[in-house]
């Protein structure tokens, strides 16, 4: 097996180790610098073309500063607030979440196991088909739109399940190279005062696209952070009620009638 | 029906028919809908997430046209009474039989349960004042009416009857005590006559409009007296009671409660706070020291503005819910089939159910001496 270690590791630290830092003054990562170059630009350009007023002397005193920043890489007010963006380590993101589910530990368990089961409330997931014991194919659905349930696309991936303990735990990572490199933790605990299962999801990426996809990663991970919350709510009323309660097909005066 | 935006409502012919959506769903088709007090509080525009397109209606039979493959209790052609609640029945609230407060039917869930033509706040399932329904658990809530008792008094104890009584119910009412009951709606008229199931001692109600106390004393046998006659409720109540106070006050009003100028700016006018409490401020001052209050009229988010001072230096216990229908259903059958409640006698109103809007028009402008007005829809009575 490949990890046996009993800690949870995100995928990307590997990935991190590698990177040495080269230029060891600049304080500003690589998202930060094209963000001040593309901005620096534009506010110098425009104060420049106004260059009679105060506001274009300042517009152009602040784009040159941005300039400045985007191009050297270091910037005075980061290191004043000992701000260092450029060494800190990318560890891909991580979210974690738990629910408590009114339903015995193993029954629990087996429904997760049951790795087919997870489409069944995992919204974004289109299918998993386990290929033997441990390996698996996902297929996941890249939405339209953040509102709309309209499938653009798909990506697929295979993962392996690392690490199991029967009604304990389930580690799982997607194999190397694939097109969304992720893992995940779920951890099966007994609730206090025979109040059923808590569920623990502690799920890692590391998005595709180097520095863009990264940002646009960042802009996303509160979405997706509510998306696995909203999933575990989803998979606690699919094992409680049998059913997650919908009110599809209902007119709802909202612009989107997906809702 | 469709809702258009408050005070706009109307028939809507073009509306599909529900489908069964999960295994443990019911089409029903209805037989008889009402309009509840709180569906006025939807139509005034006070409830939050009221959403243009919505069918209102949570107190309806229907007989059963088709059942999803996980129903085993119902079958089709049954004829059911279907609770307001929409309850999942394995969740630990339905377990406590706590029915209104489910934990899946909501998508929300953080304080109330799904409700059958509610606003978004409750769910946001369509609901009965239509021709079909979806009903979601069906093997959970929905009952089948008993042999022998009327349709209008089955289509009662869905909402009205359960919440009455479950309003006497929280208040705690022992043997002897003073109830006063605000409000003299189809709930709080209910509640009244219920009162005495507990063993009240003496009934009083107090509300404004002159028509509803003069049904409300025939109906639950009580004193009844209108606040726009008297100077202050609280200082007549305590007059009344020689200045102990009542034992039990039930405030079956809700945010839309008249009387108090202060109030109605605020919370129906500027909407600084979630309605008007006037009905509240009234009940806990007029209760005894130690005395229960007990709140069923219909309170929305974010907040009111209660006394807090008094509800804590008077020691009063505050009981609210929604009601638990399910839980009550047994023992207010037998109350009804045995005589001792009748609940169509509140029925003032029979209309079609495509005179909707006129309908929601005299509810609620209190037209026409309208206590309770029941729509038909045009497929109720086949076969």
Known sequence: MANTSKTFTPPSSKRSENQEPTENFTNVGTPGRIFSLLGGTALAYYGWKKKDSSLGKSLTTAGAYLLLRGVSGFCPVNKALQIDTAHADFEGFEVTSSVTILKPRNEVYQFWRQLENLPKFMEYLKSVKQIDDKRSHWVAKVPKNIISKETLSTVAWDAKIEQEEENNRIVWRSEPNSEVENSGEVRFTDAPANRGTVVQATISYHPPFGVAGELAAKLLNPAFKELVKQDLRRFKRLLEAGEIPTIIGQPSGRKDENY | ?383
């Open chain 2, 1 to 383: 029906m469709n809702y258009r935006g408050p005070f706009r409502i109307r028939a809507d012919r073009d509306k599909p028919v529900p489908q069964i959506e999960h295994p443990y769903d019911a089409i029903v088709r209805v037989t008889r809908s009402l309009i509840c007090g709180s569906d006025l509080h939807l139509y005034h525009g006070m409830v939050p997430d009221t959403r243009v397109g919505m069918t209102f209606g949570h107190e309806f039979t229907g007989v059963v046209e088709e059942v999803g493959s996980g129903v085993q209790k119902l079958k089709v052609g049954d004829r059911v009474l279907v609770p307001f609640n929409i309850a999942c029945g394995t969740c630990p609230f339905c377990k406590q039989e706590l029915y209104g407060n489910c934990h899946e039917s909501n998508p929300e869930a953080t304080a109330v349960g799904g409700f059958f033509g509610y606003a978004h706040i409750a769910g946001g399932y369509d609901g009965g004042q239509a021709e079909y329904v979806r009903v979601p658990f069906a093997d959970v809530s929905p009952t089948v009416i008993p042999e022998g008792m009327d349709i209008e008094d089955a289509v009662l104890l869905t909402d009205v009857v359960p919440t009455g009584y479950q309003a006497a119910e929280m208040g705690g009412i022992r043997k002897g005590d003073t109830v006063v009951v605000f409000g003299a709606g189809p709930v709080g008229i209910m509640a009244a006559r219920c009162a005495w199931l507990f063993g009240a001692g003496r009934v009083i109600v107090i509300d404004h409009l002159d028509y509803r106390l003069e049904f409300v004393k025939n109906y639950a046998y009580c004193e009844a007296y209108n606040f726009k006659e008297m100077d202050d409720p609280v200082v007549f109540l305590k007059k009344q009671t020689d200045w102990f106070g009542a034992d039990v006050c039930i405030d079956a009003v809700g945010c839309d409660a008249s009387g108090s100028a202060l109030q109605t700016i605020t919370g129906k006018k500027l909407l600084l706070q979630a309605g008007s409490a006037t009905a509240l401020h009234w009940a806990v001052n007029s209760v005894k020291k130690g005395g229960i209050v007990s709140v069923i009229g219909v309170y929305g988010p974010p907040f009111n503005m209660v006394p807090m001072g008094s509800i804590m230096n008077k020691g009063i216990t505050l009981r609210t819910n929604q009601a638990s229908v399910k839980r009550l259903l047994p023992k207010l059958i037998d109350h009804v089939m045995s005589g001792r409640l009748n609940p169509k006698g509140i029925i003032t109103h029979r209309l079609p159910l495509e005179e909707i809007s006129d309908a929601y028009h005299i509810f609620s402008a209190k037209r026409d001496n309208c206590i309770k007005p029941l729509l038909i829809p045009p497929r109720a009575n086949l076969a």
